[in-house]
């Protein structure tokens, strides 16, 4: 089974300003890589697919970057209702999994 | 418009049998992949398995093989997830999620609790 390992675990940022976040695969997933965004009591939600596709409707200050086993989502300037959990998800061959989760808070 | 409906919160008990559901409307059911994730509580995502309803084709993560059962009725658009026994550490949401065409999860539905408690 493929480990997705996120760093860091909590990331504390002011509005407006750069959030840079990783996402680490134990062996390579190619480009197979997606960013969720979820927020307290809300289902996740699709923001970044192939590495670096936004998804339909998606800001343009989400951005996703990285092949093989080392990729990142980059929030250019953080908006208040960025601060959530973003998870990353591999999928190879239709089996998939999901890093642990980064926690963007208000600082 | 795509939507995912699941069906209710539910309480049990240890060792009850459950089956949950997840209907799909707005797309073609049979043409894309219906995914289950967990979240327990407090916690992250967990990737639990995946089907494809025009053929039953289902995967499991080695985490949750054996534990649970998915399976999908094309006639009604309806992806299930089941348990024959259930345990206090099944508590948890569980939210199904359609796999768009690179295997990530475009569409959620909006989650099932599932509370095991004697």
């Given at each position: 089974e493929i480990v997705m390992t996120q760093s860091p675990a909590t990331l504390s940022v002011s509005p407006g300003e750069r959030a840079t976040l990783s996402c680490r695969a134990s062996q390579s997933v190619s480009s197979n890589l997606a960013w969720y965004q979820q927020k307290p009591g809300q289902a996740p939600?699709?923001?970044?697919?192939?590495?670096?596709?936004r998804a339909t409707g998606i800001p343009a200050r989400f951005s996703g970057s990285g092949s093989g086993t080392e990729f990142t989502l980059t929030i250019s300037s953080l908006q208040s209702e960025d601060f959530a959990v973003y998870y990353c998800q591999q999928y190879n061959n239709w089996l998939g999994t999901f890093g642990q989760g980064t926690k963007v808070e208000i600082k | 418009e795509v939507q995912l409906v699941q069906s209710g919160a539910?309480?049990?008990k240890p060792g009850e049998s459950l089956k949950i559901s997840c209907k799909g409307s707005g797309y073609s059911f049979t043409s894309y992949w219906i995914g289950w994730v967990r979240q327990m509580p407090g916690k992250g995502l967990e990737w639990m398995g995946i089907i494809y309803p025009g053929d039953s084709d289902t995967r499991y993560s080695p985490s949750f093989q054996g534990q649970v059962t998915i399976s999908a009725d094309k006639s009604i658009s309806t992806a299930y997830l089941q348990w024959s026994s259930l345990k206090a550490s099944d508590t948890a949401m569980y939210y199904c999620a359609r796999g768009g065409a690179m295997g990530h999860f475009d569409y959620w539905g909006q989650g099932t609790l599932v509370?095991?408690?004697s």
């Open positions: 939600r699709l923001l970044i697919y192939g590495a670096s596709t | 539910e309480v049990k509370t095991v408690s």
